[in-house]
């Protein structure tokens, strides 16, 4: 596992957005693997900025996201579809229905689990940006005593809704269920880059990458992955020995 801090939020974006452009640059057919929340914006921004600096296409990527609330429409606000387009996809020229995320309204969840799992195990993953949960969440894998291999429906927990709250007008209207990716799926990817940002992260970093390997953190499981580069900021990787 490669660790590095950056004193400015700017290079960590630029860094993260180089490993993911040489990839874009260097496979024939790039699959990568990409998260949403906060810690990517800035990540987002600086694969754009790249790309369009040195006039690299996109036209032969395919993505895969990590997750996808159940219940909402790929357009509504604060679905993870709207958030991708918003952030990335529309600024590239990514092919059409190469872009992938849970279908938030399928009629049978069982069905798009297993959909969703039979393209990644025909399109596996050349890397997966994960950013990681108060609680040791990567994806929606919640800590547990048991985690899932699979693309599955979760309930998510109390604490991961009340997180997430600030991107939704009332902390009630956060979905209660969501389509993740499992833990196997996503060690399976060949690189992990692993973002944190900010003291509220510190602890939970520290628990991750120098704790126990346990189900009960789920980002921990990572240490058992031989190719992981974790990139922090200072105040997230402060209470690293
Ligand atoms: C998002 C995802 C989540 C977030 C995590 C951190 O697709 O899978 O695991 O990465 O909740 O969220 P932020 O970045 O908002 O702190």
């Known amino acids: 596992m490669i660790i590095k801090r950056f004193d400015r939020q700017e290079e960590l974006d630029r860094y993260a957005a180089h ?11 790039p699959v990568l693997g990409l998260a949403t929340g906060s810690t990517p914006v800035g990540i987002y921004k600086a694969v754009i900025e790249e790309a369009s600096r040195t006039k690299l296409s996109f036209g032969h990527v395919t993505t895969y996201n990590l997750d996808e609330y159940v219940g909402l429409a790929p357009d509504h606000e604060q679905s993870y579809s709207r958030y991708m387009n918003d952030h990335l996809f529309k600024h590239l020229d990514l092919g059409k229905g190469n872009t992938h995320l849970p279908d938030g309204l399928a009629a049978d969840p069982e069905a798009e689990c297993r959909r969703y799992d039979e393209m990644l195990a025909q399109q596996p993953l050349d890397v997966q940006l994960l950013g990681v949960g108060h609680n040791g969440h990567i994806g929606f894998n919640e800590p547990d005593a048991q985690l899932h291999g699979r693309t599955h429906v979760v309930k ?3 604490e991961t809704r009340k997180a997430n709250a600030r991107f939704f007008d009332q902390a009630e209207q956060v979905p209660e269920f969501a389509f993740t990716m499992g833990v196997g799926s996503i060690l399976k990817a060949k690189m992990i880059i692993l973002v944190a940002r ?7 970093v520290k628990k991750a990458l120098q704790g126990p390997i346990t189900t ?26």
């Open 19 to 29: 490993l993911i452009n040489t990839i874009v640059r260097e496979k024939q057919h």
């Open 198 to 204: 900010g003291g509220d992260k510190a602890a939970i």
């Open 216 to 241: 009960e953190c789920p980002a921990s499981l990572l240490q058992t992955h031989a190719n992981v580069i974790v990139l922090l900021d200072a105040d997230a990787g402060r209470d690293l020995i």
């Open 156 to 158: 998510l927990k109390e």
